[in-house]
């Protein structure tokens, strides 16, 4: 039996479908599975991925020729399911169900590598190429949960710009840390951080080895927090219950911190900077 499995979204939230990988396997009866998606670099380097089919973002899904090759076209959509409305059933569990599997620990994979030529480190501003940090140094997301950008934008799931301003500082001070930010070019960048910047698509894989490197990762619930779950990297993830919770689509292993604000993620430096010195220095 040849299955193609459909998996639609965002970056994260294709990583997160890694976890299923194994079982889909097991119940197919098989050493590989295909999928398609619009993330293909995050299934390509998988041992157990057969094929990796497109799927145009812009356009969405389109039957081509040759997808005939496969036996079953297979697709299960955790927002088009009793997921939004069932508070206690996570992503990964309803997706288990909606593709009749057992049960999945919750562990996404990408493979650990790097990416000849993938990226670029730029300091204080785009057009500043800088040399990787020579001292240890943390890794950070704290907007840009929906892609959106603008220097002026903030959405719920962003943390408050000038408490990341008041946390990173402190955690420069006090852990003398450099502090990589994960981020596009249009969105906020705090200052006195070193960005990271994928120069192709495969080369955003370059940011694993880097978070696997680190001293710790803060990520509010984006891509970064699903990439942070596949190494095994202290990482505290930031939450606004208005947007998303833990529960839902984040990982027990990581430290989850929740705010409840219609605005933005207004979490105390001083709440994060304590469970960084617990977790991680403790």
Not at 71 to 96: G, L, R, T
Not at 266 to 272: A, K, L, N, T, Y
Request: net charge negative; aromatic share 10%.
């Amino acid at each position: 039996m040849k299955n193609l499995y459909v998996v639609h979204g965002g970056l994260g939230k294709n990583i997160l479908f890694t976890s299923l990988i194994p079982s889909l396997c097991k119940k197919d009866g098989v050493e590989k599975i295909s999928v398609m998606t619009p993330w293909p670099f995050i299934f390509r380097y998988n041992k157990q991925i057969d094929g990796v089919e497109p799927f145009d973002r812009q356009f969405g899904w389109k039957l081509h020729p040759h997808l005939t090759k496969y036996d079953n076209i297979i697709y299960h959509e955790p927002y088009y399911s009793n997921y939004i409305i069932d508070e206690n059933i996570h992503m990964v569990d309803d997706w288990a169900q909606g593709l009749d599997i057992e049960p999945v620990i919750n562990k996404p994979y990408v493979p650990i590598m790097n990416i000849d030529h993938g990226h670029t480190f730029y300091s204080i501003s785009p057009d500043e190429t800088c040399d990787p940090p020579e001292k240890k140094y943390c890794v950070v997301q704290v907007n840009g949960g929906y892609g959106q950008q603008g220097n002026n934008i903030i959405i719920p799931r962003d943390y408050r710009l000038d408490l990341v301003q008041k946390l990173l500082s402190k955690i420069r001070n006090e852990f003398d840390l450099d502090v990589i930010c994960f981020r596009l070019e249009t969105e906020p960048k705090p200052s006195d951080t070193i960005t990271f910047k994928a120069n192709t698509e495969d080369g955003l894989l370059n940011i694993l080895p880097i978070i696997n490197d680190s001293e710790f990762v803060i990520s509010i619930d984006s891509s970064l927090k699903h990439l942070a779950a596949c190494t095994d990297t202290k990482t505290i993830a930031l939450y606004n219950k208005t947007e998303t919770r833990p529960e839902k689509i984040g990982y027990s292993f990581q430290t989850n911190l929740i705010c409840e604000n219609d605005i933005c993620i207004d979490i105390d430096p001083v709440d994060i900077l304590e469970t960084i010195r617990k977790e991680c220095y403790g």
